[in-house]
């Protein structure tokens, strides 16, 4: 089972260049909300792991750019999770223009585990195994 969500990106003036082009930095933003987006949609919710005693910081992120986005453009964010038997969150995203389904950018995130004493976990906390179990992933 491939677990997928998606989500329309608000461009704001404030996030653009001279250029009217969307500023690199912005496009962390945009992950980060389809990560809250995919939490909505598939009960993974960045408190779920607050509230289960764990954190779960992304260690690597990347992007690859496709074309620009221009102010007044309503791309839209697809984010899929990629699963793993090691204790991390993958997830791939792709960004796309709504206007014509082109791509505008991938990318890829991976999240680990740490007790809420900034320790590494090492094995998935049985919270994320029960997910993925209900999730069958």
């Known amino acids: 089972m491939e677990l997928k969500a998606s989500k329309l990106i608000e461009i704001r003036f404030s996030e653009v260049d001279a ?6 930095g912005s496009y962390t933003l945009y992950f980060e909300d389809a ?11 960045y408190m779920s792991f607050f509230d289960n005693g764990y954190f ?11 074309k620009p986005i221009i ?7 697809d984010i899929t999770y ?16 709504t206007e014509d389904e ?6 890829h995130s991976v999240q680990v585990f740490m007790d809420t004493d900034y320790q ?9 195994e029960e997910w993925k179990k209900r999730w069958k992933v």
């Open 120 to 128: 590494l976990v090492w094995e998935n906390p049985h919270f994320f």
């Open 35 to 45: 990560r809250e987006e995919f939490g909505k949609k598939y009960d993974l919710g």
């Open 82 to 97: 990629k699963p793993t038997e090691a204790a991390k969150i993958v997830f791939e995203y792709e960004i796309h223009d």
């Open 19 to 24: 250029m009217n082009v969307v500023w690199h």
């Open 56 to 66: 779960a910081p992304i260690v690597e992120l990347s992007f690859q750019y496709k």
């Open 71 to 77: 102010y007044g453009m309503r791309p839209r964010i």
């Open 102 to 107: 082109s791509l505008i950018a991938t990318g």
